[in-house]
């Protein structure tokens, strides 16, 4: 059982940028697939970025080119550098690990909120 804590949420401007970390209790190599997903108030979870063993990267239409993920083998850590925000990437983002490629996620963080106001 590994456990995912995630830091890095918080209030920020639109247009501004943010890096969420995911910290895990053991070697996140164990992993094919770490993937960070979000959910907004009223709307279902959806995957923002997901990274798979061999370091391949998959983002939805809606974040490419504003998001990265990155992961730190060493440090059984993750990241999401998330910039250019906007009002509608506020959400809870989670971070999760999966025993596979593809299908549910096995593993989840508690979540930290992100918000993007003026």
């Known amino acids: 059982q590994v456990q995912l804590v995630e830091s890095g949420g918080g209030l920020v401007q639109p247009g501004g940028s943010l890096r969420l970390s995911c910290a895990a209790s053991g070697s996140i190599n164990i992993f094919p697939t770490m993937g960070w997903l979000r959910q907004a108030p009223g709307k279902q979870r959806e995957l923002v970025a997901a990274?798979?063993?061999?370091?391949?990267?998959m983002y939805p239409d809606s974040v490419k080119g504003r998001f990265t993920i990155s992961r730190d083998n060493a440090k059984n850590t993750v990241y999401l550098q998330m910039n250019s925000l906007r009002p509608e990437d506020t959400a809870v983002y989670y971070c999760a690990a999966r025993n596979s490629f593809h299908g549910e996620y096995d593993y989840w963080g508690q979540g930290t909120q992100v918000t993007v106001s003026s």
């Open positions: 990274i798979f063993s061999g370091d391949g990267k």
